[in-house]
């Protein structure tokens, strides 16, 4: 079982930084893979970013260049550095581990980029 604790969210101007935290509740060193989901209003569940055991990192198209997700496993804490943030980052965020045999989330954490 792993459960995970985020923060992090709030209202942040276009163009500022957020860094979003995900503690899990157990060690993550051995855990297949870790990473952000985001939900916007009106739309679908995506992929924004994931890291492996072995540190190997994928991004969604629209964050790249401007998303870093990272993880410290002596803190069991998984991070994503948001910049040059949009309007369109707008969206519930979501922690999730994938332990290869389950899946296990977060209970997400909003993100509003907005004047």
């Known amino acids: 079982q792993v459960q995970l604790v985020e923060s992090g969210g709030g209202l942040v101007q276009p163009g500022g930084s957020l860094r979003l935290s995900c503690v899990a509740s157990?060690?993550?060193?051995?855990?297949?893979?870790m990473g952000w989901y985001r939900q916007a209003p009106g739309k679908q569940r995506e992929l924004v970013a994931q890291v492996t055991s072995v540190g190997s990192t994928n991004y969604a198209d629209s964050v790249k260049g401007r998303f870093t997700i990272s993880k410290d496993n002596a803190k069991n804490t998984v991070y994503l550095q948001m910049n040059s943030l949009k309007p369109e980052d707008t969206a519930v965020y979501y922690c999730n581990a994938n332990t290869g045999g389950k899946l296990y989330w977060g209970q997400g954490t909003q993100v509003t980029v907005s004047s």
């Open positions: 157990r060690s993550i060193f051995s855990i297949y893979a």
